[in-house]
């Protein structure tokens, strides 16, 4: 791989031991990859923190091992220093005001309050969500990101027209620390183009339903790029944001392009590019119908808990339970949390969503999600949940049951105690 | 039964290294990617993604052949766990090139191999003897 003077200077031991293991990372990656060269970025979205059982071995140690192992994939202990560009945390394992309702050992919580001031103290923004772009981490068009969350990944690539790959764990520690990643895959304009057409032939409206339409995505074109024609919706970051996870659950779906709504290409030959347009797999009520069954993954009614807010609710998603909810009781025998970013929650509180939300007898969450934490309710055998991607994920991580279907199924089926939903 | 039909078979093949190293072990085939995060369990080894073709096989030690990773960017962390736990297989043979496979590939720590000049799929079966020369960019197939 061709590296830079300073790249150089980096992994030659130039700026520090952190930067050189981060460089040796970054080389190691680029070279299994294939790439010819890094790429400077200044936005880094990233899992840093502690709070997992598995981590909390390594933590007795001390953090800067964590940091080394996990992030560096370096065996030797490196004082971590601050960051070298702008850096974020994404969603963590605990919620650090109902860790207890969680189930959460409150060691492990009191481990991760330690990790988030060391990762504070080395200039890490403790956003803790899997949608850095609705709390004001917003990366603007062609810019180079190095982000993992592959709900994250996709938003940013498709609905904001940065680029990015998938970044995992240990690439973003070695991009924090030398604002490099390697210049590869979707970094590069002339792999941005679409390979697949997906032609819309039935009504795609609310969230769930552009759910349902990422989930047969992903099974259609995997880790493919698809541009649409048909569609007839003009979608809200909420619809896209369900869309891209589900799309990224069920395939590894990196950038689409929708002529008319995603900037990057205003038509399709525009998404195409010089790659030939092929067949369109068509996506019809039959399709909807397949999908949609597909997601059920359950066959008892009797419910235990609804899972709301993957990824991480809006503001308007928040007033919208609140409504659903206002002067409801959820059943005693079910369980209702609902996850958003705790910037968002501070906005909930202050509206009165979050008041009427508890009233009911649900839970506001931050920082986590049950699929991150593996915490459920204890007893949980099955569940209910508005998003395709907690719905691919959760039944096998909690080894539960588990219900598809809207919000307001969702909802009305948490205050019934039974799963109402019909496949739409 | 004739002699040369109870001989096993030999097969060679050429590739690019992504991991350096060499191992031997018996094959475990997927057909289908497999995820990292939601799609494992990294104490044991196995894949546990529902209506996955391996769900519930354990992949530490073997040789894995498959397409390569899917689903979240939990990927490599997941792998990693793998390692440090000692359940990461013995080495890694994939067709399908992505960072996630890519980086779980290098914090695995196994050797590991692409761009095979043949089908993989064809001619590995689950159980067959596999040596992955990464340096070499050479796997050895002994079928059973």
Known sequence: MRLTDHERA??????????????DLLVRYGEALGAERLVETRNVAGAFNAS??????????????????????????????????????LITGIDNDNFATQGVDPELADLQLRSEQYLGKRGI????????????????????????????VIYANSVLGARTNVEGKESTGAAALTGRIPYWGLHCPENRFAQHLIRVETEVGDMAEW?????????????????FEGLTDQPSLVKLKHFGAAAASSGGVELYHMPGITPEAASLDAAFG??????????????????????????????????????????????????????????????????????IRQVADRSGYTAIIEAAGGV?????????????????RVIATDSAKQAHYLPAIAKVQGWFGSVEQCVNSAIAGEWLGVVQ | MSEAQAKPRVITLKGRKVVGGKATAEALVSTQTISGWGGINEREGSVIELHHQLNGVSFAGKVLVFPGAKGSSGWSAYWHMCRLNGTAPAAMIFTRMTTKIALGAV??????????????????ETGDLVEVDADAGVVTITKR
């Open chain 1, 10 to 23: 980096m992994l030659d031991g130039g700026h520090g031991e952190a930067a050189a293991r981060a460089m």
């Open chain 1, 364 to 380: 506001v969450m931050s920082d986590t999600c049950p699929s991150i934490s593996r915490k459920v309710p204890a007893g949980t």
């Open chain 1, 211 to 227: 759910g349902v339409l990422g989930y047969f995505t992903g099974f259609a074109v995997e880790e493919e790029i698809p541009a």
């Open chain 1, 125 to 152: 923004n403790l956003m803790c969500t899997c949608t850095p772009y609705q709390v004001g981490n917003v990366p603007v068009m062609g810019e180079h990101c190095a982000w993992m969350e592959s709900s994250a």
């Open chain 1, 52 to 89: 997992t059982p598995s981590v909390r071995e390594i933590a007795e140690d001390s953090l800067d091992r964590v940091f080394s192992e996990l992030n560096l994939d370096s065996d030797d202990v490196i004082e971590i220093p601050h960051v070298a560009v702008p850096t974020c945390q």
């Open chain 1, 274 to 343: 010089p790659n030939a347009r092929p067949e369109p797999a068509v996506y019809g009520a039959a399709e909807r119908r397949r999908t949609w069954e597909r997601l059920q993954n359950a066959s008892d009614r009797k419910l235990d808990f609804v899972m709301l807010g993957c990824p991480h609710n809006s503001i308007e998603q928040m007033a919208l339970i609140a409504e659903l909810l206002d002067g409801k009781r959820i059943h005693s025998d079910t369980e209702l949390w609902v996850h958003t970013p705790r910037a």
């Open chain 2, 107 to 124: 914090v695995s720590r196994v050797p590991t191999v692409t761009d095979l000049d043949g089908d993989v799929f064809e001619l590995i």
